[in-house]
């Protein structure tokens, strides 16, 4: 298996060139089956493209080759659709079928600013007062990379690299990540997809429970009776017991765990202001198939509180997939790419998925427009993983997956505009997961 660094160096265009005689065929092919031979030639040659001048950021041990460039592929594939989308609706427009929609024209703005945010929160987050930078990460920017030469393959494949250029440096007209983002984004999420397809899910026996953990922290906001606004980062623990037989009874049980991080206002501000701080009891729910509030085993599953039949009906192709969580998501939240990984995040946070459509859904995201790596080793409760984030309407949103082991490990919020007296990079919300097997309900996992 070739390393990141025997793609540099000397006789790196040699090795490179192998490396093009090994793969261009079978990803040709692949393309091919996918968007039809007429459109598979371009890509393959953006592909390798792609992947000389991002070379450097390889890292054999996330994944081989072969997925590296085959990550690559469909990203560049997606957006070849998108792009033919976007032609159809320009077309349209210019003959009179079709009127611009303002909040198209409002979301490509978003996108374009979305790296420029990202800049601009690392530079809030080294300005916050120590006591808040403790709760904050500093994000990474990827920064342009300078030319390289392409090496010389063949004079097909030479000449295929000289259109791929023009294709490549118009990626970045709607404001998508650069290649060395877009790269490292499907490298790791589609090495955590292979972890996940090499992983057996353990069978819950009978008469025993899945055990379900999550550590959220919420924003809550309190109105003293002299009308000063006190915001505070507030924490909790939901824990789900799950039946060996989901069509049993289950139970819920939410803590409050008394941790309060003040973001405007001060414990002892709210407590002059008469702000009530006590800590609310321990609540219990219990209902056969996890219907809490509707009738048991007879509601419409979605996303965020999926059963075994709405997960069955779930393809399995990413980009399948991916059209699915588009489609379902469509018109939530204030931006309909943070939408889709929102969607994502609910369901990997269910505890519920399959090994293999957690590995679907991994594929699924690396398709999503403007996904970013915001840190590489974000850490959640002890526990780390890579984190990949969108910015828009004021905050970055991000899931953090530990690609080595497809473990999802939750998910964060921050801020990259003022809200409410808060400033940019202030942590507003996060949540981290984790999973075990119970002998009872109630009782803590084993081991």
Known sequence: MLTGSELTGTGAADRFAAVFDEHAGGLWRYLARQAGAAVAEDPVAETFLVAWEARDDYVAELGSIRSWLYGIAVNLLHRHHRGQ?????????????????DREHDRAAERVDARTRLAGLAAAIADLPDGDRDETVTPVVVAPRRQRWWPRLSAAAAAAAVVAVLAATALHRDGSPPAGAMVEVAQTLNAAADAEIRTVDVTVPPGQFRYIATHAFYLENYQAADGRLHIARTGSRAEIWVPADRKA????????????????????????????????????????CGDWYEDPCDRDADWQSPNDAFLADLPRDPRELFDRLRDDSDGKGNDKDQAVLGAAADALRSGLLPADLRAALYRALALLPGLLITERTATLDGRAGTAYGIAAAGTVREVVIDPATGDFIGERERLVAPMDGMRPGTLIASTSVTYGISPAAGAPPAG
């Open 85 to 101: 989308a976007r032609q159809q609706r320009i077309s349209q427009r210019l003959s009179g079928l079709r009127q611009p929609d």
């Open 249 to 288: 009874e289950w139970l819920r049980r939410e803590t409050d765990t008394g941790e309060r991080v003040w973001l405007v206002g001060t414990a002892e501000s709210s407590r002059e202001a008469g702000i009530d701080q006590s800590v609310r009891p321990p609540t219990e729910l219990r209902a056969r």
